[in-house]
């Protein structure tokens, strides 16, 4: 099953390594470090394709993968459908970013005690 998380979710091999070497659950990458490893992806995918376009287009599939863990997912998937450059790529990520950011903002977080009973 952890292959098929990794279609979706490559960190998923650094939180199992992490948790069989210490028995402890990381804390899941944040949006800004997922896009970076997304960034890193494609950028890696152009450089052993030697063709921006066709690599990038090539990368689309698992682009809209990627998105299922991420804020306004829908969007993503739509964006990525039509995308051909690293460039693109930057420019969607960039909005993901500041949109969740800025969703945020005005988001009050409210903590609720837990009780632990006896």
């Not at 689309?60 to 998937?77: E, F, G, I």
């Not at 790529?89 to 903590?111: D, H, M, P, T, Y």
Request: charged share 30%; aromatic share 6%; with cysteine.
């Amino acid at each position: 099953m952890i292959g098929r998380a990794a279609m979706s979710a490559p960190w998923i091999f650094r939180e199992t390594k992490a948790y069989l070497a210490s028995g402890v659950i990381v804390d899941p990458p944040t949006l800004d470090e997922r896009w970076k490893l997304i960034l890193r992806h494609c950028e890696l995918i152009v450089r052993e394709w030697g063709a921006e376009e066709p690599a990038i287009r090539s990368m689309r599939a698992r682009l809209m993968a990627y998105s299922k863990s991420m804020p306004d997912a829908k969007r993503l998937r739509e964006k990525f459908s039509q995308v051909s450059t690293l460039t693109d790529v930057k420019r969607i990520a960039q909005e993901n970013v500041l949109n969740q950011e800025s969703r945020n903002e005005g988001e009050v977080r409210i903590q609720i005690p837990v009780f632990m009973g006896s």
